[in-house]
T-cell receptor
Framework: KAGVTQTPRYLIKTRGQQVTLSCSPI?????VSWYQQTPGQGLQFLFE???????NKGNFPGRFSGRQFSNSRSEMNVSTLELGDSALYLC?????????????FGQGTRLTVV | GQSLEQPSEVTAVEGAIVQINCTYQ??????LSWYQQHDGGAPTFLSY????GLEETGRFSSFLSRSDSYGYLLLQELQMKDSASYFC??????????????FGTGTKLQVIP
């Protein structure tokens, strides 16, 4: 069974640009959540999608957005990139939402903003 | 607001038992989770406690006391491969009817021979 796949693995963008990250969940998983991990702030929850609807969200500005498609694949978009957006972006998939059932993480996308 | 506290570093001997504590201050608490993350790797889900008590899964156990806003992860028969960072995370109600997940800053466990 394939795991959670995130693309691209590494990305370098310039301040002010926008970026789209992709996450393909494990087959049959309908819940996808996104996290930002930095050395300074640690792991922070961005948002969670289930059945194409955003169900939960963290405390990030509106520059951070996402969506989920009918096949449960999810994308995350960050507009007007800032240097502080440099981070490892992780997505996780699970079978259910709203409870912490076992969540499987992808290897992440390492975003560097210069 | 919300905050989670866990020790930043713990060192233990191979074969021993170690307990990693997590205290939290949150509103609208749903449950406490634990994750393991090796350097350069992705987090791995270890356990989830919604109710008071001890949950055991092999060498790992997790405990929750909702009245004390406290939980811990217990690792028994430590192995070198257990050297990693361990995060506690709280799922709670947020604004606008949303739920959100807040992570602790992580405990770096070093297992020594």
């Amino acid at each position: 069974k394939a795991g959670v796949t995130q693309t691209p693995r590494y990305l370098i963008k310039t301040r002010g640009q926008q970026v789209t990250l992709s996450c393909s969940p494990i087959s049959g998983h309908r819940s996808v959540s996104w996290y930002q991990q930095t050395p300074g702030q640690g792991l922070q929850f961005l948002f969670e999608y289930f059945s194409e609807t955003q169900r939960n969200k963290g405390n990030f500005p509106g520059r951070f957005s996402g969506r989920q498609f009918s096949n449960s694949r999810s994308e995350m978009n960050v507009s007007t990139l800032e240097l502080g957006d440099s981070a490892l972006y992780l997505c996780a998939s699970s079978t259910r939402q709203d409870v912490n059932t076992e969540a499987f993480f992808g290897q992440g996308t390492r975003l560097t903003v210069v | 607001g919300q905050s989670l506290e866990q020790p930043s570093e713990v060192t233990a001997v191979e074969g021993a038992i170690v307990q990693i504590n997590c205290t939290y201050q949150t509103s609208g608490f749903y449950g406490l989770s634990w994750y393991q993350q090796h350097d350069g790797g992705a987090p791995t889900f270890l356990s989830y406690n919604a109710l008071d008590g001890l949950e055991e899964t092999g060498r790992f156990s997790s405990f929750l006391s909702r009245s004390d806003s406290y939980g811990y992860l217990l690792l028994q028969e430590l192995q070198m491969k257990d050297s990693a960072s361990y995060f506690c995370a709280v799922r709670q109600g947020g604004s606008g009817g949303y739920q959100k997940v807040t992570f602790g800053t992580g405990t770096k466990l070093q297992v020594i021979p």
